[in-house]
């Protein structure tokens, strides 16, 4: 039988975390946090799912929460959204980018994308019938070629999909960069698909550039958030996306096909807490800055080396003086004679660096875990 995706296989989070509880791992690569989300939003939830809010949700989402997203995108981004024609709930990001990718690209057109990129960006542009087009980031920074873009944008770009906070590099794009992008498209017919999953693990004083905050970009985006990222839940696939109304009636003849909405008590009892408790995510970046300190400062006398994470919940740090291992084997190695999971970083590339000896740990974790972790770390 011939296969719509012949290169793709499982992706690299199932196989490690696999791997990781095969093993008796600890498991610091697929991204999720060992610790549960909050008491009060579960007390939410129990309060829907017993109250009666178990059957369809509209199309677009619960209109609470979308009043919620549509007042949190005015206070953080200095953006009006119409909760009504701007925003719709979806089962997780990655349906949101899979459905913005098949709503705008047709057989033949062009999808830029930065390496590493991650992993659902390229199979999704493909089964659209679009031709994924891969540009590296530059290391060691992992930061956009401008001139290279430049280069590559033709009259086959239909859309350019960035991420910022950067998974898995954990790199973070700038206003300057964001203006550099507008001008690069502007009056072209490109859509811009910025995921922004991590919108609130940006580190040291830095603020999240959302293209919600650019005027210019704003019309031309869809971008892409998280709830399970944000309220430590990636369990309940809840996510939504904005993008103005002409972007967002095309995106919703998708999402009705795919999904047609999402789980309701959940919607009902994320409305609840972010009327109650907006605090939550205003003391996240705070909060998992102080996790990165506490892993980059119990693995600094090891022989990792490292840049910290400018943003998201990823560390990434070079092996070559503890190996010369390609990624994917050491990987396998650490997690099966070290008992350490981590994700290599070439799954996520077009065409890996030969040279790159780089691979990502997940510091969402127990303090208690990551210190477990650290004593491995040492004495690679
Ligand atoms: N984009 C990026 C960059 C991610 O890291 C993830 C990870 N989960 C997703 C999208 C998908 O998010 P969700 O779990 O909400 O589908
Ligand atoms: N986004 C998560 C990560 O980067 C994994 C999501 C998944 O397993 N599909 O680890």
């Known amino acids: 039988m011939q296969s719509k995706l012949p290169h793709v296989g499982t992706t690299i989070f199932t196989v490690m975390t696999r791997m990781a509880q095969q093993h008796g791992a600890i498991n610091l690569s697929q991204g999720f946090p060992d610790f549960d989300c909050p ?61 913005a990718i098949q709503a705008f690209v047709s057989d033949g057109d062009e999808v830029i994308m930065f390496d590493p990129a991650y ?65 690069l498209i502007r009056d072209r017919k490109i859509i811009v698909l910025s ?41 309940w696939k809840a996510a939504y996306c904005v993008a103005p109304e002409n972007i967002m009636s095309e995106f919703r003849k998708i999402h009705q096909f795919v ?14 807490f972010m009327r109650d408790c907006p605090e939550h995510h205003e003391d996240l970046p705070a909060f998992y800055q102080k996790k990165r300190d506490t892993f980059n400062e119990l693995i600094s006398a090891s022989r990792l080396t490292f840049t910290p994470s400018a943003g998201t919940y990823f560390q990434c740090v070079d092996y070559s003086e503890v190996s010369d291992l390609p990624d994917r084997e050491f990987v396998d190695w650490l997690c099966q004679e070290k008992k350490l999971a981590a994700i290599p970083l070439s799954p996520f590339y077009e065409n890996a660096p030969a040279d790159s000896r ?3 740990f997940c510091f969402c974790k127990d303090d208690s875990t990551l210190k477990q972790a650290a004593d491995i770390i040492c004495q690679l």
């Not at 369809?56 to 953080?76: F, H, S």
């Not at 960035?162 to 964001?178: E, M, Q, W």
């Not at 999904?259 to 008590?265: D, I, L, N, Q, V």
């Open 259 to 272: 999904t047609f909405t999402s789980t309701s008590f959940i919607q009902y009892a994320i409305a609840d």
């Open 195 to 235: 995921d922004e999953v991590y919108e609130h693990m940006v580190f040291d004083g830095g603020i999240h550039q959302s293209v919600l905050r650019h005027a210019e970009l704003r019309e031309k985006s869809i971008a892409v958030f998280s709830f399970g990222k944000t309220y430590h839940a990636t369990g």
């Open 119 to 183: 992993d659902s960006y390229d199979p999704s542009v493909r089964l659209a019938g679009g031709i994924p087009v891969h540009l590296p980031l530059t290391r060691p920074d992992y930061c956009i070629d401008w001139q290279l873009l430049q280069d590559s944008i033709s009259d086959k770009t239909r859309m350019i999909i960035i991420n910022s906070p950067h998974n898995p590099c954990g790199s973070v794009l700038t206003s300057a960069d964001l203006d550099q992008l507008a001008e």
């Open 39 to 99: 008491a009060y939003l579960r007390e939410r939830v129990v309060h829907h799912l017993n109250n009666r809010k178990n059957q369809y949700a509209p199309m677009t989402g619960v209109d609470q929460l979308r009043a919620e997203i549509a007042n949190k995108v005015n206070t953080l981004y200095h953006c009006q959204v119409d909760m009504d024609q701007e925003i719709t709930v979806t089962s997780g990001a990655t349906e949101a980018l899979y459905d």
């Open 358 to 360: 780089m691979i990502r």
